[in-house]
C-alpha cells in the first residue's frame, strides 16, 4: 500500500478533527504512510466544496453513497451524528472499505453487534474515536500500573462530566430522543470513561446502576410549549471488574462548569495515580515508598519520556492539545493498516466498552444486577 | 448555669481535641459560658495525672464510673475507642449527665438506637463529633445551596479516604474485627460524609452498596502468621435522596496519599459546588451567569465572610485548622446548653447518619436494594 | 519558675492570638511551664474588663503603666498598634519584664535598634511575632535545605502579598501616613517574607530595591476630600545573599484575591521546594532523582512526621491554622523562658529581618544599590 | 497571491512546528490562503529528503541558499539555531523574500537592528515566532485588560523558568558561549516573557536588573576536563512602564521542576489576573465584585469564547496543545500576507521585545539602572 486513499462524511466537530489527523498524521509521526484526501461528503454540496477546499480533499459530494464505490478510496471516516453510524458502517463494509467510525459506534447494541460482526466477517480493519486512551499521560499510566508501580490494584473510580446539558433553558432537540440519539450521557461521554477503565484494569464482570433524568422536559424551541427528554443525564454504577476488584463509574452531562472532566483514580496496594482530562498533560501519581516525611502526590507533566509525545515536542511540559490525540489515534490506524494488522480499539473493542453502558442503563431500568455476558 | 463542670473520658486524638476545645471555646466565641475542667479518666492513674496536668484538669482518675455521680460534672465527654461508647453514654444518660459522645455511636445501629431513646427519655442534652460539619466553609455551602446560588440539586457526589490501613503489611488488630471495631471504612469516616451530605442535600430515602476487604489478611504483630480482616477496607453506594435526587458517596480506608480527603461536589441546575477537606479552607463554586467567557470555578478562601471564621481571625485566607473545627462544635454545645437547647448534631441526627452506613452494609451484603426506613 | 504570669496589653488580632496561644500552649505541647493570665490592658476599661472575662485573665486594666511592676507579671505581651511597640516595650525591658512583642519591632530602624539593644543590656528574653516561621511546613523545609535534599540553593523568589488596600475607594487612615505607621506593606508583610528567607538561605548581604504608592491619594472618611498616601503599596528588591545566592523579593498590599500569599520558592542543584501561606499545610517538592518519566513536583501534606504537627493531630492532613503556629511560637518562648535560654526569633533577630526591609525603601528611595551592613 | 510557496530551513524544534502548522493553518482557520511547501532546507541531504517526505515538502536542499532565488518561494521559514538567524534573514530579505524566522532575531541587538532596518527597507513582511502571544488565554486576558475588567493596572510580576540547564553535570556546549549562543536564559526564555508583558501593560521605560551564572563551569563532553559557562542561567530586574506601573521580571534556565512556566500576574484596582503556561488552557481571574462572601479566583478554562479556539474545538475545555499557537501565529502570518498587511509581531515588534532583554544583561553587568531609550 504505497499511499492511502481517504473518504470523510461529515465535517463537524469530529469531521475536522479527522481531517486535522490525516493531515498531519505522517509530519508528526514519521513511520506513517501517506494519505491522499480524496473525497469529502457534506450537506448541501456548497458546503462539502467549501470544507473540501478547507480542508484540502480533492473531490466533494453531498451523498456518502459516493464513497461506497470509489476506487481511490481505502478507509471512510464516518464523523455523521451517532444514529447514522450503523447504516453507513454497514455499506462501508459491505463496499469492502476499511472503517474509522466515531464513537459509540452505534444507538443500540444490537447495531453495534452488527456492526463488529460485519466487520470481522468482511475482515476489513476497523478503528474507534476513543482518542482519549492515545494520550501519553493516559498510556503511561497504563504501563505504570502493569509495572507494579502502585502494587496490586484494588479500587477504581471514574466520572466523566461536562454541562452541555445544565441548562434547563436549553431548547429541546434530538439529542433527548431515545429513537435519534439513543443513551444520554453514558452514549455520548460515559463509553469513553469504559474505554480508559478498561484499558487500566480490564474488563468489568458485573454492575449495579442508576440513572436520572433531571431536566425531564425541554422547551420546544418554536415557543409553542415543551418535550419530554427520553433518555439520562445523570448515570452511575457500582462496578465489579473481572480481576474482582471493585470500583465505579459516573457521568453527568448537567454538571455546571465541567467543560472536559474524564477523570479516574486507581488505588493500588503501593499508591494512586489520577487524571483529569482538563488538565490532560498532567497525571497524579502517589507511590508509598521513601521518607513518609516526603510522601505526596507527584504532579507528573508529560514529557518526550512519555511516548508519543516527543513527536509533537521534544521539551516536556509543552503541551499537547485535544486535536494531537486524533492524531495519534489516527497514526495508529494507518501504521497498522500499512502492516495489514488490527489497530486498537477496533470495533470489537468498541462493542466491548459499549456493553457496559447498555448494561449501566439495563440496570438502572430493571432495578437489578447485571452480568456483562448476558450482552454479549 | 453559672459555668459547667466537665468530665473527659480518654485523652488520645479526641480527647486532647476535646480538652482543648473546652479550653478555647470561650476565649474564641465570647459568649459562651465558663467552663471547670474537673475530672478527667485514662488508665493507668499516673497517665491521667499527667494529662490532668497538661490539659489543666483539677483531678484524675482512672475509674470512669467515677464521672457519673460527681456532682461538679454536668457534662461527659467520650473520646473513648468506639466499642465503649455505648455502656459509657447509657452511663452517663443514667447518672444525669449531659454527654458529648465521639462518633460513631456505636459499633451497632441497635446501640445507637438505644443511645439515642435513652438520651430522649432522659432529657439530658447531647452532641456527637461530626466535627467537619462545624467548618465555616462548609455551613456556608450550606447556606449557598439554600439560597438558590446554584438552583435546584439535581446530584451529589461524595468520597472520604484515608490510608491509615492501605498499607498491606500493616498488622492486625482489634480494628479488623466486626465485635469491636464494627464497621471499617464506613464507622471511621463514612458517617462524616453523611453528615456532610445531609446538612447538605437532607436525608437519604434508599440505596444500593458494595463493599469489599482489599487486605483480606494481616499479619500477626507477633510473626505467628496472618488472620482475617472482618470488616470492609471499601465501601460505596448509590444512594436516592427523599427529594428524589440522585448520587452516590464512596469511602476507602486503603486510598493511599489521601490524608483526610473527604470530598464532595453538589450539582444544580445553575451551578456547582465543591469540598475537599484536605483544603477545608476553599470552596469551589462555578456559577451559570454573567460573561460566558469568564465564567470558571471561582476559590473562595474562608474569611470573616463566613461565620464564625472571624472569631479566630479578622483576616480573610489565615486558615483555621482542625482543633478549631472542635472549638466551635463545642462552644456550639456548652451555648445550647445554657440556653436549654438542643445542639446539632446530637444523639438523634447522629443515628440518621449512622443508620446511613449501616444500610450500606447491609445492602453489600445482601446485594439488594434497601430502604433507610427499614432501618429506624 | 514554676508557673509564669502573663499581661497582656491589646485585644485586638493578635491580642487574641496572643490569649488563645498561652490558654493552648501547655495543653498542646506539653512539656511547657503552666502560665497565669494576670493582667489585661485595654481601652476603655469596660471592653478590658470584657476581654479579660473571655480571655480568663484574673484582672482588667485600662492602662498598660499598670504591668510594669506588677510582680505577678513575668512576661508582658505587646500587641498593640506598631507606633506604639517602642514604647512600650522599652517601659518593660526597663521594670524587667520579659517581652513577647509583635512584630515590626518599631517604626523605624533607630527605634528597633535601640529596643534591641535594651533587651540585650536588661537581659531580658524576648520574642517577636513572626509566627509564620514556626510553621512545620516552614520548619521542614528549611531541614529539607539543610539536609541537601536539592542540593545546592541558587535562587530565591519571594512574595507576600494581601489586598487590604487593594480598594482605591477604601478611607484615609492612619496607616497611610510615615509618622504613624511608618513603612508600608514592607513593614506590615515584608518583613514576614525576609523572616522565611533569613531561615532558608540565610542573610542578605546587599540589595536594590523599588517601591510605589499606587493609590497616592485616599478619600477622607469625613467626605471632605481626600489626604496623602504617604507608605508604599508595592516594594520590590533585587537580593543578594551572603551565600552568594541572587534572588528578589516582593510585597504587595493592594494585590487583589491575595489574602494570605506568603510563598516563595527555592531553586537548588538537585531540586525546588516552593510553599504558599495560602495552603498552609502544604509543601512541594521537585527533586532531580528516580526515572524521569516519574518526576513531578510533590504536594506534600505536612503531618506528625513534620514536628511539632504531631502535638496538635496525630493524624496527616488534617492541618493546623493559623492561631496554631501561635501557638508554637509561644511554646517556644515560655519553654526557653523556663529554660533560660534564649527563644528564637528574639529582638536581636528580628532586628536583622526589619534592616532589609528599611534597607529596600532606602534602596528604593535613592535608587542605588545598599548594603545591609550600613544599617546595623 | 492564489497560493503561497513556502520554503524551510531547519527541522528540529521549530522547523517541525512551522512545517505543521502551514500543514494546518487553512484547514484549521478557513479564511487562511493555501500554502505549496515548496523547499525544505537541512544537512546532511539525506536528511533533507526524508523530512521533505516526512513534512510534505515537494523538494530538498542541503543548501539554504538555494532557498532565496527561488521563484516559486514567497516565504522562508527560518528555524535554525539563533547564530545563524542574522546572516539568514538579511540574504532573505536581500532576495525580496518575506521572512518568517524564529526568536530571539540574534545574538546581538545590533544584529537585530539591522535585520529590522533591513526588512523596512526592503518592505517585505516579517513575523517572529512569539507563539505564546498567540493563545486564547493570553490574548483573553489582553482583552479583559484593555476592557477594564480589573480596573487601572497597578503591578506586574512575570516568570519564565525551565530546567534545561539545572543539571550541573549536563555537558558543555556552544549554548554556554557568548560568541555562539549570545545571552542565555535571557535569550531563550526571557523574551518571551517580555512579549507577554508587551501585550498586557505596554512598553518598559527602564529597568535595574541583576543576573547570574550559577554553574560557572561545565565539564567536557569528552572527558578532558571542564569550560567556562559565559553566560547567564538567571536574570532578573526592576521594570518601570512607560506607563509608570512598577514591575519585575526574572527568568532563569536551572529551575529543577520548571518545564515551561511562562508565568504572570497584572493587579488592577477592582481584580487581578494570572497566568501559567504549564496550564496554558487557563485563565485566572479575580474581580472584586459581588458578594464578599463569594469573591475568589476563577479558574477560567479556554473554550469557544475565546477566538480562535472554536476553529480548533466547538467544545469547551478540551484544550490546545503548544503546537496549535504555531497554527495560529502562522495563520496570522499567511492572513496578512494575502492582504498585504503588517502581521503582529513583526522585526520591528520582535526588537522592542529583544531591547529588554539586552537592557536587563547590560544594567546587571554594570549595576546601574538603564533606560530602554538608550537601546534603540
Redesign the interface.
Known amino acids: 500500500m504505497s499511499s492511502i486513499g481517504i473518504g470523510l462524511i461529515g465535517t463537524?466537530?469530529m469531521g475536522?478533527?479527522h481531517?486535522?489527523a490525516y493531515?498531519?498524521a505522517?509530519?508528526?509521526m514519521?513511520d506513517v504512510p501517506d494519505v491522499r484526501l480524496e473525497l469529502l461528503c457534506e450537506q448541501p454540496f456548497d458546503k462539502a466544496e467549501k470544507f473540501a477546499d478547507?480542508?484540502?480533499f480533492a473531490r466533494a459530494t453531498d451523498n456518502w453513497r459516493d464513497l461506497l464505490n470509489d476506487p481511490a478510496i481505502d478507509i471512510i471516516s464516518i464523523t455523521t451524528p451517532n444514529m447514522l453510524h450503523h447504516e453507513m458502517a454497514l455499506a462501508a463494509i459491505a463496499a469492502g472499505k476499511h472503517v474509522y467510525c466515531e464513537k459509540p459506534l452505534a444507538l443500540t447494541l444490537d447495531q453495534a453487534r452488527e456492526m463488529r460482526d460485519a466487520a470481522a466477517k468482511a475482515g476489513v480493519k476497523t478503528m474507534v474515536g476513543y482518542n482519549y486512551i492515545h494520550n501519553p499521560a493516559f498510556t503511561?499510566a497504563c504501563r505504570?500500573i502493569k509495572s507494579g508501580?502502585?502494587?496490586r490494584v484494588?479500587?477504581f473510580?471514574g466520572?466523566v462530566d461536562?454541562?452541555?446539558q445544565?441548562?434547563?433553558n436549553l431548547a429541546w432537540t434530538w439529542r433527548s430522543t431515545l429513537a435519534d440519539a439513543g443513551l444520554g450521557a453514558l452514549g455520548d461521554m460515559g463509553c469513553h470513561l469504559v474505554s480508559m477503565a478498561y484499558g487500566l484494569l480490564g474488563p468489568i464482570d458485573n454492575l449495579?446502576?442508576?440513572?436520572?433524568t433531571?431536566?425531564q422536559t425541554r422547551p420546544l424551541s418554536d415557543g409553542t410549549g415543551s418535550a419530554a427528554v427520553e433518555n439520562e443525564?445523570?448515570a452511575?454504577?457500582?462496578v465489579?471488574f473481572a480481576s474482582g476488584v471493585?470500583?465505579?463509574i459516573?457521568t453527568?452531562r448537567?454538571?455546571?462548569?465541567?467543560?472536559?472532566?474524564l477523570a479516574w483514580e486507581v488505588?493500588?496496594?503501593?499508591?494512586?495515580i489520577c487524571y483529569d482530562q482538563?488538565?490532560?498533560n498532567e497525571?497524579q501519581?502517589?507511590?508509598?515508598s521513601g521518607?513518609?516525611?516526603?510522601?505526596?502526590?507527584?504532579?507528573?507533566?508529560t514529557?518526550p519520556?512519555?511516548a508519543p509525545y516527543g513527536n509533537?515536542?521534544?521539551?516536556?511540559?509543552?503541551?499537547?492539545?485535544?486535536?494531537?490525540l486524533k492524531v495519534i489515534e489516527c497514526a495508529t490506524f494507518l501504521s497498522a493498516l500499512a502492516k495489514g494488522e488490527d489497530a486498537y480499539p477496533n470495533f470489537n473493542d468498541a462493542f466491548e466498552f459499549e456493553k457496559v453502558i447498555h448494561a449501566v442503563a439495563t440496570s438502572a431500568r430493571e432495578?437489578r444486577?447485571v452480568k456483562l455476558a448476558d450482552f454479549d
Chains 1, 2, 3, 4 share one sequence.
Open positions: 463537524g466537530f475536522k478533527a481531517a486535522l493531515r498531519s505522517k509530519a508528526v514519521g478547507q480542508f484540502g503511561h505504570l508501580a502502585i502494587g484494588v479500587h473510580r466520572w461536562e454541562d452541555y445544565a441548562d434547563p449495579v446502576g442508576d440513572m436520572q433531571v431536566h443525564d445523570t452511575t454504577a457500582l465489579r471493585q470500583g465505579s459516573s453527568s448537567s454538571a455546571w462548569g465541567r467543560k472536559s472532566r488505588h493500588g496496594t503501593e499508591g494512586m482538563e488538565r490532560m497525571l501519581l502517589y507511590q508509598n521518607n513518609p516525611a516526603e510522601q505526596g502526590f507527584k504532579t507528573i507533566l514529557s519520556h512519555h509533537f515536542c521534544p521539551a516536556a511540559g509543552h503541551q499537547l492539545g485535544f486535536n494531537d432495578d444486577r
